[in-house]
């Protein structure tokens, strides 16, 4: 790591994959990750909540741990599809909120939140698929809000 590189971690702190879950020391183990990552100067830290997904939700306690010690570019990604979501994390611990599902299934996200237009679902069957010669079905094929109107 140096001047001329960029490091950063994707963390999750919340959530069950693997057997995981919550244990008494999160809080503690948290604060001190960031302290550390804060030492040898992370250019930005990402936290995923899965609470959306069915995980228990990042305790409070816990984020306030980590904004404390991690000063840096602080990212929250989980769940946030709707401005008042977002602008409530912007107004909390972070310094940017990251959102993928919802654009994946809105090209024009920003629009519809801008407009209050309802979000189109993603069909998460096509998010990782190779696609076979010809299929366009996914990423590439969601409609624009003034499509549906039409």
């Not at 100067?41 to 991690?70: N, Q």
């Not at 929250?76 to 310094?95: F, M, V």
């Not at 190779?130 to 499509?147: F, I, K, Q």
């Amino acid at each position: 790591m140096g001047p001329d590189r960029y490091t950063l971690l994707n963390l999750t702190t919340s959530g069950i994959f693997g057997g995981l879950g919550h244990h008494p020391e999160i809080e503690e183990t948290y604060a001190y990750l960031a302290t550390e990552l804060q030492k040898i100067g992370l250019v930005y830290l990402h936290l995923l909540d899965h609470a959306s997904l069915g995980a228990p939700a990042v305790p409070a306690a816990t984020m306030a741990a980590i904004r404390a010690r991690f000063t840096n570019t602080l990212i929250l990604a989980g769940g946030y599809h709707t401005a008042t979501g977002i602008e409530a994390a912007l107004r909390g611990p972070a310094d940017l909120v990251a959102i993928g599902r919802p654009f994946i299934g809105n090209p024009d996200l920003v629009e519809r939140l801008r407009d209050g237009v309802a979000l189109t679902e993603p069909n998460p069957a096509t998010f990782y698929a190779a696609a076979p010669s010809g299929w366009a079905e996914g990423y590439t094929d969601y409609p624009l809000a003034d499509d549906q109107a039409a």
